[in-house]
């Protein structure tokens, strides 16, 4: 057998059903990986090892229980459909027992008391968390970066950032530290980190995965999704993610199964009628020229997908140019009402102060007329986008940034300096530049994926990671994910 972080997700999955693998031996393997590699990787700010390991323990007894209980009555085992997988839950997600920091070093760090909705979903399917990755404070921007812990270093480059707001389960998936992890994607917190790391990273459609939800997030922007190294291995974390569907089973077979996104990712899609666009809502206030490495990347995946069988053709779409100060207005209410003891109000970074003094002067008024605007944008924008089957773009318009090159703040291997540079607008200027394709398809709604169709050194693994963003209508995920596996993801 290969090393066990070798294995797919799948891979896995199957070793651990079969009892090939132990659930300890899975989590140890990890945690002994995450003991080496994060000290200069900066995935993970706590890591719960002897948790993890009871939780192993307890669901190798489980599946004991089960394969004794298969032996005397033929039937199968039992066994959730994550039985024993390894993985870890960003820090903005309450975890029983472990301390929420939501990258913050203005809030207590007390363990919380139960387990969020996602992190209660994910145990219920079986996983076992070793432990919470690296977020930006409240998940706000586009980098992995706080005053708590050390950044999230991109593992094919230590020196450039894993993205954000998923960047420490990103890096931790791409170096081998977890097999996959969930993410949650606000304005593109799970695509952004998938491309900057050459993952797969895919943002349900609204509503699909309700643990995913967020409170004080009154335009419905946040959804929880997977992050992996295929489309088979997303799609596996994809049907823990979304409630039952009721199929009938054989028995010992898991549950969902038939029909089931890792079934539908294996098939081939229907011939698509793709839409190529640059246009960004963004480009009215910030002008930008995507880097020649992401149009590379574009134009890479243009030649897979014709390669494959679709047809592409410019796409012009026309966008609303109130949209950035409407998006602004709803994506930073929710950190205006975060409570906060003012004595510690000085101890928020730079950017997440400016915002929340920002959304606390705003009236209820003006917050309400951007969130009507925001469901006219929605209407308007889908109905351009339905003229395709997908619409494409790059997934960055620029490679992975050096860490600290959005604060302007100069980083050793510690944590960050006590003072930051304080131009909160340059920092968010600059992160709408990297990833002006995002944040448009949270406030529409729409599922999108991150394919890692190009490498900036020419092959696989050499240089650094370049992505395409395929945004799809309502409902389909599972043909992004099919594409995604047609492309060899």
Known sequence: MAEIHELSAVALRDALRSGELS??????????????????????????????????????????????ASTSDGGGPALPLLHGMPTAFKDLTDVAGVATTHGSAALEHRPAPADGA??????????????????????????????????????????????????GSAAAVAAGLLPFAPGSDGGGSIRIPAAACGLVGLKPGRGLVPSGESTGDPAGLVVA?????????AALMLDALV????????????????????????????????????????????????????????????????????????????????????????????????????????????????????????????????????????RDTVAQFSAWDLVLSPALAQTPRPVGWFTGA????????????????????????????????NVCGLPAISIPVHWTGGSPGEGLPMGI?????????ALLLQVAGQLGF
């Open 225 to 233: 999704g997977p992050l992996a190294r295929s489309a088979a291995d």
């Open 243 to 378: 409630p039952p569907r009721p199929t009938r089973q054989s028995p010992g077979e898991p549950a969902g199964s038939r029909g089931s996104y890792l079934q539908l990712a294996g098939q081939d899609p229907p011939r698509l009628r793709i839409g190529v666009s640059l246009d960004s809502p963004w480009q009215a206030v910030f002008p930008f020229a995507p880097e020649r490495e992401a149009l590379d990347a574009l134009n890479t995946g243009i030649r897979l997908l014709e390669a494959a069988g679709h047809e592409t053709g410019e796409a012009a779409i026309r966008y609303d140019n109130r949209y950035p100060g409407a998006f602004t207005t709803a994506w930073t209410a929710g950190v205006g009402s975060a409570r906060i003891a003012p004595q510690r109000e000085a101890l928020l970074t730079p950017l997440t102060r400016t915002f929340r003094r920002r959304a606390q002067q705003r009236s209820a008024a003006k917050l309400n007329e951007a969130l009507g605007f925001l469901r006219q944008f929605q």
């Open 118 to 167: 996602l992190a209660a979903t994910l145990k219920g399917a079986g996983v076992v968390s070793l432990g919470k990755t690296q977020v930006p404070e409240f998940g706000l921007t586009a980098y992995s970066e706080n005053r708590i812990a050390p950044p999230s270093r991109n593992p094919y480059a230590l020196s450039r950032s894993s993205g954000g707001s998923s960047g």
């Open 469 to 477: 963003q395929l945004v799809g209508p309502m409902g389909s995920e």
């Open 23 to 68: 659930a300890r031996q899975a989590a140890a393997h990890y945690l002994d990986r995450i003991a080496s590699e994060n000290p200069h990787l900066g995935a993970f700010i706590t890591v719960t090892a002897e948790q993890a390991l009871k939780d192993a323990d307890t669901a190798d007894s489980r599946h004991a229980c089960a394969s004794a």
């Open 410 to 441: 100069a980083h050793g291997d510690g944590y960050w300096p006590a003072e930051w540079p304080a131009d909160a607008d340059d920092d968010y200027r600059k992160q709408c530049e990297f990833a002006p394709w995002s944040s448009l398809v």
